[in-house]
């Protein structure tokens, strides 16, 4: 069975850092497209970050997030620094899994961050 599991986030404070995880099972990530996604209160989901070739990430989060991937353990991570009011959101994962030249899209169910003092 396919799953991506977060996990890591939480309640922190403005200027904090928490470090999401996104553990996969059931496939291997290989060479797939990685990427971090987050939805806030009454918005559109939005990318954060992506790593593949190489890495990608929205301009809000440019210098602040870092985005990681171990495929030995078949986990992609999301080191978030300098949090603000505005980072708070759903953040889940995403895997674009190709097998035999299928295209797969794989989501977790998510991880709540909430940035509040």
Known sequence: ???????G??????GGSLRLSCAAS????????????RQP???ER???ASIGG???YADSVKGRFTISRDNAKN??????????????????CHA???VAGWEYNYWGQGTQVTVSS
């Open 9 to 14: 986030g939480g309640v922190v404070q403005p």
């Open 41 to 43: 209160p009454g918005k």
């Open 75 to 92: 986990t992609v991570y999301l080191e978030m620094n300098s949090l603000k009011y505005e980072d708070t959101a759903m953040y889940s």
């Open 54 to 56: 190489g890495t990608n």
């Open 26 to 37: 059931g496939f291997t990530f290989g060479s797939d497209t990685l990427s971090w996604y």
């Open 46 to 48: 939005e990318l954060v």
């Open 1 to 7: 069975q396919v799953q991506l599991v977060e996990s």
């Open 96 to 98: 674009r899994h190709f």
